[in-house]
T-cell receptor
Framework: NAGVTQTPKFQVLKTGQSMTLQCAQD?????MSWYRQDPGMGLRLIHY???????DQGEVPNGYNVSRSTTEDFPLRLLSAAPSQTSVYFC???????????????FGAGSRLTVL | AQTVTQSQPEMSVQEAETVTLSCTYD???????LFWYKQPPSRQMILVIR??????QNATENRFSVNFQKAAKSFSLKISDSQLGDAAMYFC??????????FGAGTRLTVKP
């Protein structure tokens, strides 16, 4: 049982380049989300999805794009990377968005992104 | 938006002793969940303990326990018999039944041998 798998674990980009962080879960979770972690700021929500075909913005969505074509996958796209997007990114999922199935998030191992 | 505040950026404890990490939150909801996550140097986020707001009894998981004060909106984590492996970043988190999870800024715990 793999849980939540994120790739790549490390990535270095130049300003203006684009890239996609991949996230896949094999637990049949409806809810998936992306967070970024910065020193002294905890984890902040970027985008989330409550099911295939449904996405919405979180606290810090600017500069990021997401889609959810399948239940399993939730990629995060940086269209034109900026140094301010240097961070550690976490994908997380839970069984549902509401009710008791929503209460625990399972996290991926994180992806460290550096934008030069 | 609901906020979660961890007022202790860093804490240290002697091995085998007890330490308490503080967390306060702000919400107008009555039905919600509170969590403590541990993040060791490996970066993996590990669930330590969770508390349902409707339960008056404080949650306990082995050496980890919480002091949940709903009226004061306080949710502290007590680690008893601290071990070297407890050294990590600890995040307090809040989630209501209709919203996303919100995290505090974290407390870095150092365990001294």
């Amino acid at each position: 049982n793999a849980g939540v798998t994120q790739t790549p674990k490390f990535q270095v980009l130049k300003t203006g380049q684009s890239m996609t962080l991949q996230c896949a879960q094999d637990m049949n979770h409806e809810y998936m989300s992306w967070y970024r972690q910065d020193p002294g700021m905890g984890l902040r929500l970027i985008h989330y999805s409550v099911g295939a075909g449904i996405t919405d913005q979180g606290e810090v969505p600017n500069g990021y794009n997401v889609s959810r074509s399948t239940t399993e996958d939730f990629p995060l796209r940086l269209l034109s990377a900026a140094p301010s997007q240097t961070s550690v990114y976490f994908c997380a999922s839970s069984y549902s968005f509401v009710g008791t199935g929503a209460n625990v998030l399972t996290f991926g191992a994180g992806s460290r992104l550096t934008v030069l | 938006a609901q906020t979660v505040t961890q007022s202790q950026p860093e804490m240290s404890v002697q091995e085998a002793e007890t330490v308490t990490l503080s967390c306060t939150y702000d919400t107008s909801e009555s039905d919600y969940y509170l969590f403590w996550y541990k993040q060791p140097p490996s970066r993996q986020m590990i669930l330590v303990i969770r508390q349902e707001a409707y339960k008056q009894q404080n949650a306990t998981e082995n050496r980890f326990s919480v002091n949940f004060q709903k009226a004061a909106k306080s949710f502290s984590l007590k680690i008893s018999d601290s071990q070297l492996g407890d050294a990590a970043m600890y995040f307090c988190a809040y989630r209501s039944v209709r919203e996303d999870m919100r995290f505090g800024a974290g407390t870095r715990l150092t365990v001294k041998p």
